[in-house]
Nanobody, 116 residues
């Protein structure tokens, strides 16, 4: 499984970005895909994830501002980020879990910078 993340960039506080994560390869065993982020000097943390059935989880810090969704036909997971804050600045990674092996596949990361 290969994951290609895109959509990061520089945005002012209060702005929006949409991240995309495209999965390719043997994706049939992928059940859960999540977005994680890692800011300088901090541990990587879960931002949001979504299961193949559509159920979602969000970090408390992004609830009401971020929305995760998936297009199974396109093997793509999106993270719509609204009302961005400087503390959202981080490298964002997508991660796919293979439920048959419990192995996690990681994308290359995309930088999100929120600054005026």
């Amino acid at each position: 499984v290969q994951l290609q993340a895109s959509g990061g960039g520089l945005v002012q506080p209060g702005g929006s970005l949409r991240l995309s994560c495209v999965a390719s390869g043997r994706t049939n065993n992928i059940n859960n895909i999540g977005w994680y982020r890692q800011a300088p000097g901090k541990q990587r943390e879960l931002v949001a994830d979504i299961y193949s059935g559509g159920s979602t989880n969000y970090a408390d810090s992004v609830k009401g501002r971020f929305t995760i969704s998936r297009d199974n036909a396109k093997n793509t997971v999106y993270l719509q980020m609204n009302d961005l804050r400087p503390e959202d600045t981080a490298v964002y990674y997508c991660c796919a879990d293979d439920y048959t092996t419990d192995y996690d596949y990681w994308g290359q990361g995309t930088q999100v910078t929120v600054s005026s």
